[in-house]
């Protein structure tokens, strides 16, 4: 039996960061040095060092970095609390895509390249980027589609190719690239990631992407490679092994985005129902209307089975179990639940919800690219539709001796 209760060192934490949030985070929700684009450099650096003075700076970075070291219950815990605001996640230095390249770099890299990069990523400061994704048939929710190459020359490789939909690029530090990398002969060695330092001349971008949601500084872009010469001694893990490397960073990635839009979505059902409680018509609160309270209680079990969700699956990742499918489960069900959740929300203030007047509306463009972000609903379906036939396989025999097509009795 799996016991969710939360120990007293976790729920203590958990407590810190949702006064933290409360008391310095959400003040700066209307704070001017936001923009289509995300947050600016400056607003994240004060709102970092605001949880730096607290004492709640990256939970999840490793302890030996300067990092909190949490678990993944104990993440799970911290990111709820921290995306009760949509500037939370930025100000204790969880916002993807750097996240994700904490724990990427954790894993994979040598001791050279994580104190050149890990050290100063847990501190926050710097920000970080990964290039993935590409357009034009390239890789993107099938990573073997992968496009972009790194071509070997001597002790270098020279890297060609567009990427898109790349998040945080200006003002970041470091790029981690996913390319097919080739011999001098062409022959394909598979695919890899390189360490690049922002701003390294062969990397171009070629134009912001105008998109709905505005959670991530630097926003998101189209990034161009070309002729981008890298040593052999930045390529991030082994050669040929860059797929491998990339789920190290993209299981408990989808993860993550569940815990911290669960933080959002309370809010928003928070301000719903704090709005249910006051606004009357036809004599009495609204939330006593079936047609509004109904949503609430809606609402309350997808929060519910959400929360659980994700903390079976970050007790399997603590007890050092593959939680591939798991993962994928909790994504698709978090994204759209929460996204439920969120459009009830909308639904119960009416009018007052598409205004920007309550973090609501934000809420709301954003989250709805939790549906796509690290692989879409449809992707992960197919994988977990994928595993169903296969377990089908093993009980065309029949089950218990059997046959699930012909039974027609009890067995």
């Not at 501190?123 to 073997?144: C, K, L």
């Not at 490397?245 to 989808?254: F, I």
């Not at 301000?271 to 939330?287: C, E, K, L, T, V």
């Amino acid at each position: 039996m799996i016991d969710f209760s939360v120990p007293p060192e976790l729920a203590s934490v958990g407590e810190r960061i949702a006064a933290f949030i409360r008391d310095e985070v959400i003040p700066f929700e209307a704070d001017p040095r936001q923009g289509p684009h995300g947050p600016s450099e400056e607003l994240r650096r004060e709102l970092v060092g605001r949880s730096r003075r607290a004492g709640l700076l990256s939970p999840h970075g490793p302890a030996e970095w300067g990092g909190l070291g949490l678990d993944h219950v104990g993440i799970a815990i911290a990111f709820e609390q921290a995306g009760y605001s949509p500037l939370g996640p930025l100000a204790l230095n969880i916002q993807a895509p750097d996240e994700g390249n904490v724990n990427l770099l954790n894993v994979v890299a040598t001791p050279a390249q994580k104190k050149r990069w890990l050290g100063p990523l847990v501190a926050g400061e710097i920000r970080t980027v990964f290039m993935m994704t590409e357009p034009n048939n390239g890789a993107g929710s099938d990573p073997s589609l992968l496009s972009t190459v790194a071509r070997r020359h001597g002790d270098h490789f020279v890297i060609d190719g567009l990427k898109w939909l790349i998040t945080g690029y200006p003002d970041s530090a470091l790029t981690i690239i996913l390319a097919r990398a080739l011999d001098e002969d062409g022959a394909d060695l598979g695919a890899t990631m390189f360490l690049v330092p922002t701003g390294t001349p062969g990397i171009r971008m070629v134009r912001m992407l105008d998109s709905i949601d505005s959670n991530s500084p630097g926003g998101h872009a189209v990034m161009a490679l070309e002729g981008l010469r890298v040593g052999r001694e930045d390529v991030l893990g082994e050669v040929g092994h860059g797929f491998r490397h990339a789920q190290v960073r993209l299981g408990p990635a989808r993860l993550t985005h569940c815990m911290r839009w669960l933080g959002q979505a309370r809010r928003c059902h928070d301000i719903a129902a704090a709005y249910a409680g006051r606004r009357r018509s036809f004599g009495r609160p609204i939330g006593e209307h079936q047609g509004v309270g109904f949503q609430l209680a809606d609402n309350d079990i997808d929060l519910h089975l959400a929360r659980l969700a994700i903390l079976h699956c970050a007790w399997m990742l603590d007890q050092g179990e593959r939680a591939r499918t798991e993962t994928s489960r909790c994504k698709v069900f978090c994204s759209e639940a929460l996204g439920r959740v969120v459009d009830r929300s909308m639904q119960v203030l009416g009018g007052l919800g598409i205004t920007a007047d309550t973090v609501v509306e934000r809420t709301y463009r954003d989250i709805r690219c939790f549906r796509i972000y690290d692989g879409p609903s449809e992707v992960h379906r197919h994988v977990l539709a994928r595993d169903a036939m296969r377990n089908a396989e093993t009980i065309q025999g029949g089950v218990f001796g059997v046959d699930p097509l012909t039974a027609s009795g009890a067995l």
